[in-house]
C-alpha cells in the first residue's frame, strides 16, 4: 500500500477542462495526455501521480466512493452528487475560475414575485387554481429540495431537465427554474429573473479530496507537493519582490519596520541593500518609503513560487483523514 500512487480524476471536455489545465500549467504542474481517446495521463515531473479523465458529474460520485484520491470540479456538482459531501470530501481549495451561481429564477412577468416567501403563495394558489403543483424545473435535483425546505416551500415537483433549463418555462415545461448562471444574460434573454433570496450557492472550481481513499505514504507525500505548488504559486502572485540598495543609514531600519508593521511585508538585509516581498497594492507606498530612506537602485520583480515551512490545507487534511 505505501507505494501506490496518487489518482487524480479531471474532467475530460469543455470549458471547465480547458481551465483546469490552464490553472494547473500555471503552478508548475502541466497535464500531459487526455487527448483524443486518451483516458489517462500524468503531471510532467510527478511521477507518483496517475490522471484519468472523466465525465463532470463523475468526478463526486469517484471521490465519495474513494476510486480517486483527489478531482477538480465544481463545488455545485460536489455537492448536488454525493450523499453527503461533508462525510466523505473534503474540499480543500477553491480554485478562482468557473465561477457560477445556483439560483431560483421565475418569469419576469411575475411582478409580484421577489422573493421565496412569494414564490411559496404562489405555488399555493397554482395547486388550488390548476389542481397540481406549479414545476419547477432543474438538474440540481438534491440542492432545490433541500433549499425550498429551508423555505417551508413543500407544494412543487420538480421538473428533471435535460437541456437548457432557461427555456424551460418558455416551452410550457415547467413555470420557474433553479440552474447556474455566471452574469444572468441567459436567464434575462428567457425573460426570467433571479428571486432576492434565491441565491442557492456561489459555486466556482475547487480542489477536492477524498475521506474515502486508501491513502499510501506515496499518495500523501504527492498531494503535499501538489499542494506546495498551488499555494507557492498563490502566494507569489498576491506579493512583489523589491530590492534595493542602501547606503545603510539609521533611518533604513526604521522603515523596514514600519514597513512590516504597516504592510505585512517581509524584509531582508544584506551588506549592501535588500529585499522586501511586499502586496501588489502597496507596492507604490513601499517604494516611495524605501526611496525617501536614501535607498537606490530600486527595483520590481515577479515571483514565481514562494515556499513556507508548513502547509496549513496539506496539514488539515491529513489530520482529518488520520481522525477517521
Known amino acids: 500500500m505505501t507505494d501506490e500512487p496518487l489518482i487524480l480524476g479531471l474532467q475530460s471536455k469543455g470549458r471547465l477542462a480547458e481551465q483546469t489545465h490552464d490553472f494547473l500549467a500555471a503552478s508548475g504542474l502541466a497535464v500531459k495526455g487526455g487527448q483524443g481517446r486518451e483516458y489517462t495521463g500524468h503531471i510532467a515531473g510527478l511521477d507518483a501521480v496517475e490522471i484519468i479523465f472523466l465525465q463532470s458529474g463523475e468526478i463526486p460520485t469517484q471521490l465519495e466512493a474513494g476510486n480517486i484520491h483527489l478531482g477538480i470540479t465544481g463545488e455545485d456538482l460536489l455537492r448536488e452528487k454525493t450523499l453527503d459531501m461533508d462525510a466523505s470530501i473534503a474540499l480543500l481549495k477553491p480554485l478562482g475560475f468557473g465561477r457560477a451561481d445556483l439560483v431560483v429564477a ?13 414564490l411559496n403563495e404562489v405555488c399555493t394558489d397554482f395547486h388550488r387554481r390548476h389542481g397540481r403543483r406549479l414545476r419547477v424545473a432543474t438538474k440540481y435535483l ?17 421538473v428533471e431537465s435535460l ?3 432557461e427555456g ?11 440552474d447556474i448562471t455566471s452574469t444572468g444574460a441567459t436567464l434575462s434573454a428567457n425573460h426570467l429573473k433571479i428571486l432576492d433570496d434565491g441565491l442557492i450557492l456561489r459555486s466556482q472550481a475547487c ?23 498551488m499555494e507557492g504559486r498563490s502566494r507569489a502572485n498576491e506579493l512583489k519582490l523589491v530590492q534595493f540598495a542602501s547606503a545603510g543609514n539609521k533611518s533604513l531600519a526604521r522603515t523596514l519596520t514600519a514597513l512590516e508593521n504597516e504592510f505585512g511585508c517581509t524584509v531582508q538585509l544584506d551588506g549592501a541593500g535588500g529585499s522586501v516581498h511586499c502586496p501588489t497594492a502597496s507596492l507604490y507606498a513601499v517604494m516611495t518609503q524605501l526611496r525617501d530612506a536614501g535607498c537606490r537602485h530600486v527595483s520590481v520583480a515577479q515571483l514565481e513560487y514562494i515556499f513556507e515551512p508548513q502547509n496549513l490545507l496539506y496539514d488539515d487534511f491529513i489530520g482529518r483523514l488520520n481522525g477517521r
Not at 142 to 158: E, K, N, Q, V
Not at 168 to 178: F, K, M, Q, W
Not at 209 to 224: E, K, N
Open 168 to 178: 424551460a418555462p418558455n416551452s410550457g415545461a415547467a413555470e420557474a427554474i433553479v
Open 142 to 158: 438534491s440542492l432545490t429540495r433541500a433549499f425550498f425546505a429551508s423555505h417551508g416551500i413543500s407544494d412543487y415537483r420538480i
Open 106 to 118: 421565475a418569469p419576469r412577468a411575475w411582478i409580484d414575485v421577489r422573493n421565496m416567501d412569494d
Open 163 to 165: 437541456g437548457a433549463t
Open 207 to 229: 480542489l477536492a479530496a477524498s475521506l474515502a481513499g486508501r491513502w499510501s505514504d506515496t499518495a500523501r507525500a504527492a498531494l503535499r507537493q501538489i499542494l506546495d505548488m
